[in-house]
T-cell receptor, first 114, second 115 residues
Framework: AQKITQTQPGMFVQEKEAVTLDCTYDTSDPSYGLFWYKQPSSGEMIFLIYQGSYDQQNATEGRYSLNFQKARKSANLVISASQLGDSAMYFCAMRVQGAQKLVFGQGTRLTINP | GAVVSQHPSRVICKSGTSVKIECRSLDFQATTMFWYRQFPKQSLMLMATSNEGSKATYEQGVEKDKFLINHASLTLSTLTVTSAHPEDSSFYIC???????????FGNGTRLTVT
């Protein structure tokens, strides 16, 4: 079975600082994809970044980067130069090859303080 | 691109009534759509996979007779909560992807309150 674990229920960071949100996963499938989504208080799910299991480079999208450590089965999200608008819930998710569905972690609530 | 629209965004209904939630892919065709449920301060739990032209696939523990899913066209899936009860109050959110390799795109969700 596939499982995603986010061990930080809440994070508090000062504006302009970098923040790392942890995500570990478990799967026996060699081919999988890892995703990060942001959910503001309004409820919508916003796709942030994707990392494939065979990707050699860590994914980056603007201020977001994914610290992918395959041997440790971790896929941490790094947000650089945090902004007040980054305050939200963040979910890590996984999709294994052949499956269409996403399995989500418990989420981390990030609060950016001015 | 890849916009998923969900309606209504919020609904309040009386116990025992049925509520229909629509999920549309606005700029792409989706043979498959996914319905998730989210309780307050919790994660998203997949309820079912909606398949165009065929029966939905329900996750273990989800009552298919209570949560009716219809995917009649390539751009529309509906979730009907039948004989709703207060414990069905939750945030329901649908998703779809324009291509197999694309990430899932989500609707804005429907907050259901059953009184």
């Amino acid at each position: 079975a596939q499982k995603i674990t986010q061990t930080q229920p809440g994070m508090f960071v000062q504006e302009k600082e970098a923040v790392t949100l942890d995500c570990t996963y478990d799967t026996s499938d060699p081919s999988y994809g890892l995703f990060w989504y942001k959910q503001p208080s309004s409820g919508e799910m916003i796709f942030l970044i994707y990392q494939g299991s065979y990707d050699q480079q860590n994914a980056t999208e603007g201020r977001y980067s994914l610290n992918f450590q395959k041997a440790r089965k971790s896929a941490n999200l790094v947000i650089s130069a945090s902004q007040l608008g980054d305050s939200a819930m963040y979910f890590c998710a996984m999709r294994v090859q052949g499956a269409q569905k996403l399995v989500f972690g418990q989420g981390t609530r990030l609060t950016i303080n001015p | 691109g890849a916009v998923v629209s969900q309606h209504p965004s919020r609904v309040i209904c009386k116990s025992g009534t049925s509520v229909k939630i629509e999920c549309r892919s606005l700029d792409f065709q989706a043979t498959t759509m996914f319905w998730y449920r989210q309780f307050p301060k919790q994660s998203l739990m997949l309820m079912a996979t909606s398949n165009e032209g065929s029966k939905a696939t329900y996750e273990q523990g989800v009552e298919k007779d209570k949560f009716l899913i219809n995917h009649a066209s390539l751009t529309l899936s509906t979730l009907t909560v039948t004989s709703a009860h207060p414990e069905d109050s939750s945030f329901y959110i649908c998703s779809a992807r324009p291509r197999p390799s694309s990430p899932l795109h989500f609707g804005n969700g429907t907050r259901l309150t059953v009184t």
